[in-house]
């Protein structure tokens, strides 16, 4: 209720290992003995952070996507990719693609990302176009023209083209606006209803779009749709955690310093808790998430069964040793205590027992590392994902 919201707010994060409370983590094959009875508990599980978490998407009915502009093509990087600018329609919103590709691909595996601030921050090129969405942090919250290649540096294109991926990129904000609105906005304008209290926060919004956006790469030559690896940095790695939970098309997924709500056990209570996140972001989550603030032990999860959702399927979680409020101790246990589950499938889920020193990745069926540095996505996270991407989308081509 309103008291509890009130406490959270003024209490001072934690950031003491020594100060975090006993907990017990959940079993995520509790009740499982052999690697048949895996898919009935994960339906469980699933179940379980729809209804509490994420909330459920409430009708398939508008999943169609049509295309509304075919979108032009042009060689970039000195010739060696091709951008493509197709635009889709879903529930009544227009979505932007910019897809860089290898040149001349076939059937090439893709890394699917969402960007912060619009397409045109990832490349400095005049013929991307500005979002006419909202976009956070930017005066009367509208993109501008200084912007453009603004988050370049966090996105390692040339690395991806060279390494035989495509990126497919699109703007968070095509989808829903971050912004808590009510859901007003965004698709959920096209869907009659408010969200029940079991019903879609923004982030199970954000992945269902990534899985329409899957639909529509299925339907090109040029990508392998089933090679994608879905990416996100932050609240968007929560998504991508959650569209790769969801979409078993999803061939593999990356969680970079998703934190709380994401691949951070949420029992530590350490840096940001699901009291702060709740009400900092009445909209991410569906409203049932509420009430585990302060009452995490109540959870019939904890986020290592995020991560364990994945399994068989290769997925990394990525931590920065100065992104404190990430937590990156508890990404690392998620990793590792869904490590059980790929082991019961024949895989190696996390190979590292103890976390591994700053920037000496470990690399099973799960990846993980810590990084130098602070909340945002490098070159080091790029190299780690691509790496790991080839090992497990390329071998055996
Ligand atoms: C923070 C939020 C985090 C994380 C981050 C981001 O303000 O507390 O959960 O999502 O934003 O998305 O950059």
């Known amino acids: 209720g309103i008291a509890s919201v009130a406490v959270a707010q003024d209490a001072k994060p934690n950031y003491d290992e020594s100060k975090i409370p006993a907990y017990t983590l959940p079993n995520p094959l509790a009740g499982v003995e052999s690697a048949v009875q895996w898919p009935a508990r994960r339906e469980q599980i699933l179940a379980q952070f729809a209804t509490e978490m994420f909330g459920k998407v409430p009708t398939d009915k508008l ?7 075919a979108g032009a093509r042009k060689p970039v990087l000195g010739g060696k990719a091709t951008m493509w600018q197709p635009v889709i329609t879903l529930a009544g919103r227009d979505l932007h693609l910019l897809v860089l590709l290898p040149k001349e691909s076939r059937n090439v595996p893709a890394f699917l990302a969402y960007n912060f601030h619009g397409n045109h921050t990832v490349l400095d090129d005049l013929d991307i176009p500005l979002t006419k969405n909202w976009v956070r942090s930017k005066p009367e919250n509208r993109a501008s023209d200084e912007d453009r290649g603004s988050a370049a540096s966090r996105w390692a294109v040339e690395k991806i083209i060279d390494n035989g991926f495509a990126l497919v990129t699109l703007y968070y ?37 990534l899985s329409r956006v899957l639909d529509f790469l299925g339907t090109t030559s040029e990508i392998d749709a089933t090679r994608v690896a879905v990416m996100g940095h932050s609240r968007l790695g929560k998504t991508s955690l959650w569209a790769g939970a969801n979409d078993p098309r999803f061939a593999l997924a990356i969680s970079n310093n998703s934190g709380c709500g994401g691949a951070a056990i949420s029992r530590r209570r350490i840096g940001e808790s699901v009291a702060r996140i709740n009400t900092v972001f009445p909209h991410w989550f569906c409203d049932n998430f509420v009430k585990y603030n302060d009452n995490e032990s109540q959870l019939p999860f904890d986020q290592h069964m995020l991560v364990a959702l994945m399994a068989p399927r290769p997925v990394y979680v990525a931590s ?39 920037d000496e990745p470990s690399q099973g069926s799960i990846g993980y590392h810590v990084r130098s540095g602070g909340h945002s996505v490098t070159d080091f996270d790029w190299t ?13 081509e």
């Not at 999943?63 to 502009?69: E, G, L, Q, T, Y």
């Not at 920065?320 to 895989?347: C, I, M, N, Q, S």
């Not at 780690?384 to 055996?396: D, P, S, V």
């Open 320 to 358: 920065a040793v100065e992104d404190t409020w990430a937590d990156p101790r508890g990404e690392f246990l998620a990793a590792k205590h869904a490590t059980p589950v790929y082991e019961l499938l024949g895989r190696e889920g996390l190979p590292a027992a103890k976390m591994p020193p700053v």
């Open 63 to 69: 999943n169609a996507i049509s295309v509304k502009d």
């Open 173 to 209: 904000g095509d989808v829903d606006p971050d912004v808590d609105d009510g859901f007003e906005n965004g698709v959920h304008a096209a869907f009659p209803n408010k969200p029940a209290s079991d019903q879609w926060g923004s982030i199970a919004t954000w992945a269902w779009g």
């Open 384 to 396: 780690q994902y691509i790496k790991f991407a080839k090992q497990h989308l390329m071998e055996n």
